[in-house]
């Protein structure tokens, strides 16, 4: 069985520092996907990335960059010089191959940037 | 339409009611997914439609939750009796084709069971 955890529930900084959401998976599969979704205060989910496991390249956009490492399962997301806006809950998720592709969700990190 | 369209987005109802959640997904796609947020909680996968195979019900917390969705298109998620522990934000995502790529989610219906 699939699992996602994010060991951090809360993460507060003050604007421009940066910031590293951790996420750590589990599977059993060979092809799967990760994905990064955000959460603001209007409570709507906001795709941010999805990543094969055939790929392990790190991706940049913008200020965020993502860093996927197999060897440790770990699927971790960076925040450089963060903003207010950037203050939500942000998901980690996992969906395998042969899952029937339902996302599994970690437990989310609530990241609250302060002016 | 150009998003997933969930109604009511706040629903209040005395416990031991029946409520109806409807999802109307993004035309064309062909997978539909209803997943229940509890306050504080990471989202929990309750039910998966993809085309005119039966559906995953593997998610649903018990037999007071059931799901259809008529002619591929418009889901309805049907909560009876319901109960307190019930009160969460029910999400509704689509997507199109297999991978997991292109999830769109709606709002959601916030439900509050009192």
């Known amino acids: 069985a699939q699992k996602v955890t994010q060991a951090q529930t809360e993460i507060s900084v003050v604007e421009k520092e940066d910031v590293t959401l951790d996420c750590v998976y589990e599977?059993?599969?060979?092809?799967?996907?990760l994905f990064w979704y955000k959460q603001p205060p209007s409570g709507e989910l906001v795709f941010l990335i999805r990543?094969?496991?055939?790929?392990?390249q790190n991706e940049i956009s913008g200020r965020y960059s993502w860093n996927f490492q197999k060897s440790t399962s770990s699927f971790n997301f960076t925040i450089t010089a963060s903003q207010v806006v950037d203050s939500a809950v942000y998901f980690c998720?996992?969906?395998?191959?042969?899952?029937?592709?339902?996302?599994?969700f970690g437990g989310g990190t609530r990241l609250m940037v302060k002016p | 339409g150009a998003g997933v369209s969930q109604s009511p987005s706040n629903k209040v109802t005395e416990k031991g009611k029946d409520v109806e959640l409807r999802c109307d997904p993004i035309?064309?796609?062909?997978?539909l997914y209803w997943y229940r947020q509890s306050l504080g909680q990471g989202l929990e996968f309750l039910i998966y439609?993809?085309?005119?195979?039966?559906?995953?019900k593997s998610g649903l917390p018990s037999d007071r939750f059931s799901a259809e969705r008529t002619g591929g298109s418009v889901s309805t998620l049907t909560i009876q009796r319901t109960q307190q522990e019930d009160s969460a934000v029910y999400l509704c995502?689509?997507?199109?084709?297999?991978?997991?790529?292109?999830?769109?989610f709606g709002s959601g219906t916030r439900l509050t069971v009192v």
């Open positions: 995502a689509t997507f199109l084709g297999k991978g997991g790529y292109g999830y769109t």
């Open positions: 599977t059993r599969d060979t092809t799967y996907y």
């Open positions: 998720a996992l969906s395998e191959w042969d899952a029937g592709n339902m996302l599994t």
């Open positions: 439609f993809q085309g005119n195979s039966a559906p995953d």
């Open positions: 990543r094969n496991s055939f790929d392990e």
């Open positions: 035309s064309g796609h062909t997978a």
